[in-house]
T-cell receptor, first 112, second 108 residues
């Protein structure tokens, strides 16, 4: 058990809908990263938060947004969903930006 | 050209063999991670390196900052080492850039 909790584990929804994925980092971890893993594109970095502030943005679509709350949990919001958004979404946390990463088990999103 | 290149893409070896997976990067980095992903999808962090060498059990990771290159070695490989190994670098903009991964299969 990595100590990083992602909910839900599975999510099935329809095109055009909006969903929210949640990540609770390990206790005390200030950094949270979000990734998307799809069959055709491998692991893509989406966004990095550190202690409530956005630190870096990767290949995150404008339809996607994220935030990190004062209790350090993070949410990834995906809107106007398309079939191509179907993927496994991981979050990872670390105590600082220069320490080992701990990964959640991911949320499998299926857009039908 | 990708900013993080791993080689080989696929590697099949016999149990007991010494395994080396390479990672080269073209950007300035502050840290490099080696990760392991099993067929079930779970990702485990093996090492975080900013310089030198680290060892954990049968795994050894090295990094040469000047040459922008890192290697992951597995000694006395075992079928349970079969997984995808991923190199990821933290660049100066705090983005974590991933390599494409190396799929390792260890045959008994």
């Amino acid at each position: 058990d990595s100590g990083v909790t992602q909910t839900p584990k599975h999510l099935i929804t329809a095109t055009g809908q909006r969903v929210t994925l949640r990540c609770s980092p390990r206790s005390g971890d200030l950094s949270v990263y979000w990734y998307q893993q799809s069959l055709d594109q491998g692991l893509q970095f989406l966004i990095h938060y550190y202690n409530g502030e956005e630190r870096a943005k990767g290949n995150i679509l404008e339809r996607f947004s994220a935030q990190q709350f004062p209790d350090l949990h993070s949410e990834l919001n995906l809107s106007s969903l398309e079939l191509g958004d179907s993927a496994l979404y991981f979050c990872a946390s670390s105590r600082t930006t220069h320490e080992k990463l701990f990964f959640g088990s991911g949320t499998q999103l299926s857009v039908l | 050209k990708n900013e993080v290149e791993q080689s080989p893409q696929n590697l099949t070896a016999q149990e007991g063999e010494f395994i080396t997976i390479n990672c080269s990067y073209s950007v300035g980095i502050s840290a490099l991670h080696w990760l392991q992903q099993h067929p079930g999808g779970g990702i485990v962090s093996l090492f975080m390196l900013s310089s030198g060498k680290k060892k954990h059990g049968r795994l050894i990771a090295t990094i040469n900052i000047q040459e922008k290159h890192s290697s992951l070695h597995i000694t006395a490989s075992h079928p349970r080492d079969s997984a995808v190994y991923i190199c990821a670098v933290l660049d100066s903009n705090y983005q974590l850039i991933w390599g494409a991964g190396t799929k390792l299969i260890i045959k008994p």
